[in-house]
C-alpha cells in the first residue's frame, strides 16, 4: 500500500510538537492503533532504557536518583524518541515503528537526529552573530548572541534533551510555539535569521529614530524590532515614499485602510511587499517568512485602526537630538556652617511666605534648593505655599528632578512629589502643557 492509499485516522492536531510520543502514544490508543499489549511493551522498554540512562548519569556507581531527576531523564528518553518518530512520513507510519521497532534504537536514532540538529544550529546562530544587526536595543544582543551561546554550553541531549536551560527573552514576530529542547531553539535561530537578515537592508540609525518613534528609552523595552520596521516600510510603498527611511504618511494610510478587514489589510501589504522583495532582491527563505508574517500584522492594524491609533503599529521616526535641550548643572554647594545656619533660620521662622523668601535670596544653586526642600521637614500644605510664589522656570527644574513617585522612598521626598502634583494640578491646561515642554528639554548634567 502507498502513502497515498493509505488511510490516515489519526489526528493531527492533537499531537504535540514538545510531547510528541506521549500525543502519538494516547492517539494511537484512542485509534485502535496500539493494544494494551503493545502499550505495554513500549512502556517496559521506556523504563528499561530510564534504568540504563540512570547508570549512566551517575556514572556506575548507583542505580538510584531523585524523583526529580528521574523524571528529567525518562522526559528526555520521551523527547529524543518522540523526534525519531517525527521523521517518519506520516503518524500511523510512527505508530507502527513503535510496535516494531525497539525503543532503544529508537532512542538512538533520536539522538543522532539531535546531534544534526545541533550542528545545523550552531552554523546558523555563526552566521547570524557574524551580522548581527546593531541595535541599541538591549535584549536583542544578548538573547541572539549571548543568550543562545549560554544554550550550547548547557545542553545535554544525553540526559535532558528536552530542556533549553536558558530563556529566550527577545521576541521573535512569528511565535515558537509547542516545541522544546534543540527544536525550539532551531525554529527560534531560524526565525531570527531571517528577521535579522531583513533588518540588514535598512540603516541602523534610520530603524533607531524609528523606534524612538515608540519610546525614546526602547532600549530597555522587551520588544521585537523587525515588526515595526517591517509595518514602515509596508507603509512607505503605499504611500509612496521612499522604503529606506522607514517615514511614511500616516494621514494616507489610516484613508487606505479605513474599515478594512484583516483580510483586505493582508492584501494591500501582500502588494507592498512583492515591491519591496524585488528592490531588495529578497531570497526564497526570507520572502516566505515575510509573506507568513503579514497575516499577523494585517490583523495589528485592523485593531489599531479601530482604536484610532495606527501610530502605535506603523511608527513615526522621533529624533530626539533635535529636541531643544536645557542643561542642568547642581552647581557648587554652600559650606556646611552656612547652610545649618540657614536650616536653623529657616526652622525658627513660622511665617511661610517669609521662609519663601529666605530660599529665594539665599539659596543660589539647584543642588542647594533640593537639600533645603527636604532638610527643613516642611508639611506638603506648607510646600505648596511657598511653591505658589517660586518662578515657573524653578517648578520645571523641581518636576524633572520628581517625574513620579514610584520610586521615592524618602518620606520629605514624597512629600515634595505630592506637593508638585497639588500645585500642578491648579495649572490651567495651558500652563500645564507649557510647562511639559520645558521639563522635557531639561536635562541634568550627570
Not at 533607531?208 to 515595526?228: A, C, R, T
Amino acid at each position: 500500500m502507498t502513502e497515498l492509499d493509505r488511510i490516515h485516522v489519526i489526528n493531527k492536531a492533537a499531537l504535540s510538537g514538545a510531547n510528541y510520543f506521549v500525543s502519538l502514544l494516547n492517539q494511537g490508543r484512542q485509534c485502535s492503533l496500539l493494544s494494551d499489549s503493545d502499550t505495554e511493551q513500549i512502556q517496559a522498554e521506556c523504563l528499561r532504557l530510564l534504568a540504563e540512562q540512570t547508570e549512566k548519569w551517575n556514572r556506575g556507581r548507583s542505580s538510584s536518583v531523585r524523583v526529580e531527576k528521574a523524571q528529567e531523564l525518562l522526559s528526555s528518553i520521551l523527547y529524543t524518541i518522540g523526534l525519531a518518530l517525527k521523521a517518519y512520513s506520516s503518524p500511523e507510519d510512527a505508530v507502527d515503528a513503535l510496535k516494531q521497532e525497539p525503543m532503544e534504537q529508537l532512542f538512538q536514532t533520536g539522538q543522532k537526529g539531535i546531534r544534526r540538529k545541533i550542528q545545523t544550529a550552531r552554523l546558523t546562530h555563526r552566521q547570524i552573530t557574524k551580522k548581527l544587526f546593531q541595535t541599541k536595543n538591549v535584549f536583542y544582543r544578548a538573547t541572539v548572541a549571548d543568550g543562545i551561546s549560554g544554550f550550547f554550553k548547557l545542553y545535554s541531549p544525553e540526559f535532558s534533551a528536552q530542556e533549553i536551560h536558558i530563556t529566550a527573552d527577545y521576541p521573535t514576530f512569528l511565535d515558537v510555539a509547542d516545541l522544546a529542547g534543540i527544536e525550539f531553539i532551531e525554529r527560534y535561530l531560524r526565525n531570527i535569521a531571517y528577521e535579522n537578515q531583513f533588518l540588514l537592508y535598512f540603516s541602523a540609525n534610520k530603524v533607531h529614530h524609528l523606534l524612538s518613534g515608540l519610546d525614546e528609552n526602547y532600549q530597555q523595552i522587551l520588544m521585537n524590532i523587525y515588526e515595526p520596521v517591517l509595518a514602515a516600510a509596508l507603509g512607505c510603498v503605499l504611500t509612496g515614499l521612499p522604503v529606506c527611511n522607514l517615514s511614511c504618511d500616516l494621514d494616507v494610510l489610516k484613508v487606505l485602510f479605513h474599515e478594512k478587514s484583516a483580510e483586505e489589510i493582508r492584501i494591500l501589504l501582500s502588494t507592498a511587499l512583492n515591491q519591496i522583495v524585488a528592490e531588495f532582491d529578497c531570497p526564497h527563505g526570507l520572502t516566505n517568512y515575510l509573506k507568513s508574517s503579514l497575516p499577523k500584522l494585517a490583523l495589528s492594524i485592523q485593531n489599531a485602526m479601530r482604536l484610532g491609533h495606527l501610530e502605535t503599529v506603523i511608527l513615526t521616526p522621533f529624533f530626539s537630538e533635535a529636541k531643544p535641550q536645557i542643561i542642568l548643572s547642581y552647581g557648587d554647594r554652600m559650606d556646611d556652617r552656612e547652610y545649618t545656619k540657614l536650616l536653623d533660620e529657616l526652622m525658627w521662622c513660622e511665617s511661610v511666605e517669609k521662609k519663601t523668601e529666605i530660599i529665594l535670596r539665599k539659596i543660589h544653586f539647584l543642588g542647594d534648593l533640593l537639600d533645603i526642600l527636604r532638610d527643613f521637614e516642611p508639611t506638603q500644605r506648607e510646600l505648596v505655599s511657598m511653591l505658589r510664589h517660586f518662578p515657573l522656570e524653578i517648578i520645571a527644574i523641581l518636576l524633572r528632578q520628581y517625574p513620579n513617585g514610584d520610586f521615592l522612598t524618602d518620606d520629605r521626598e514624597i512629600v515634595l512629589y505630592s506637593a508638585l502634583q497639588e500645585l500642578c494640578a491648579a495649572f490651567t491646561e495651558t500652563t500645564r502643557a507649557q510647562m511639559e515642554i520645558v521639563v522635557e528639554a531639561l536635562q541634568f548634567n550627570p
